[in-house]
C-alpha cells in the first residue's frame, strides 16, 4: 500500500480513498516525514467523517509531530469545534504544547475563538500567560 496516497486522502478530505485504504488494511497511524499521523491532517484540514473513521479504526488521538502538535491542537487552532469535541470525547490530551510551549487553548485565545476557548477550558486545559 502507498502511505503517501494515504496521507493525502486524509488531508484532502477525500472520503472513499480513505475508506478504501481503511478496508484494505491501511495503517491508520502512518506518519509523513514530519511525524504527521492521517488523524492530525484530517483534524487540521476539517474533515470530521475522515477523523470519525479514522478513531473508529484505532488511530491513535494523542500522536504528535515533530513540532509537538496533535490533532486537538490543529483542530482548535483551525477553528474546528465540532472536530475538537470529537477528539476530546476520545481522550485528547488538551494540555498538549508545541515545540513553543503554546497549548491549543493558548492558540484559540490569541486567535479569539470562544467556542473553541469555551470547549478546551471545559475538560481543565491550562493556560500560559500570553
Do not use: C
Not at 24 to 30: L, S
Not at 45 to 65: K, P, Q, W, Y
Request: proline content about 2%.
Amino acid at each position: 500500500m502507498e502511505d503517501g496516497k494515504f496521507l493525502e486522502a486524509a488531508e484532502k478530505g477525500d472520503l472513499d480513498t480513505v475508506h478504501h485504504l481503511i478496508r484494505e488494511g491501511g495503517n491508520v497511524n502512518i506518519e509523513d516525514g514530519h511525524q504527521r499521523t492521517l488523524l492530525l491532517k484530517a483534524s487540521k484540514h476539517g474533515h470530521m467523517e475522515i477523523v470519525r473513521s479514522l478513531l473508529s479504526s484505532g488511530a491513535r488521538v494523542n500522536t504528535r509531530d515533530n513540532r509537538g502538535t496533535s490533532a486537538l491542537y490543529w483542530a482548535a487552532s483551525q477553528g474546528h469545534a465540532d472536530i475538537s469535541r470529537l477528539l476530546i470525547e476520545n481522550g485528547a490530551d488538551v494540555n498538549v504544547l508545541d515545540d513553543h510551549g503554546w497549548s491549543a487553548l493558548d492558540h484559540a485565545k490569541s486567535t479569539n475563538k470562544p467556542d473553541i476557548i469555551t470547549l478546551l477550558e471545559k475538560p481543565g486545559a491550562e493556560h500560559k500567560s500570553l
